[in-house]
Nanobody, 120 residues
């Protein structure tokens, strides 16, 4: 079974940093674009950052100067370095990736989510 396993969430003070990790678990043939989304209860899930297999990135305007997405293709892991965290960054963060299993089609997978809480 293929899964995305997230780690690194927690509670911090405004201005501090956190690093989220998301590792692929299970047998896959290829990983294409990997993304981080976030969701506040009662609101839609929003894209935070994305990175292609070649390393091209894009960010939501609200995090562009503070967050950095990266990946280690040898470990099939994506990271989100979050600096200068603000209370508005409080949300559940979800990892998302387009992956293909042996004999399968490219499809989208989601992690279980990790809570990030920023207090003032």
């Amino acid at each position: 079974q293929v899964q995305l396993v997230e780690s690194g969430g927690g509670s911090v003070q405004a201005g501090e940093s956190l690093r989220l990790s998301c590792a692929v678990s299970g047998s896959i043939v290829s990983v294409s674009t990997m993304r981080w989304y976030r969701q506040v209860p009662g609101k839609q899930r929003d894209l935070v950052a994305a990175i292609t297999s070649g390393g091209s990135t894009n960010y939501a305007d609200s995090v562009k100067a503070r967050f950095a997405i990266s990946r280690d293709n040898t470990k099939n892991t994506v990271y989100l370095q979050m600096n200068s965290l603000q209370t508005e960054d409080t949300a559940i963060y979800y990892c998302n990736a387009d992956m293909r299993r042996a004999g399968g089609f490219l499809r989208e997978y989601w992690g279980q989510g990790t809570q990030v809480t920023v207090s003032s």
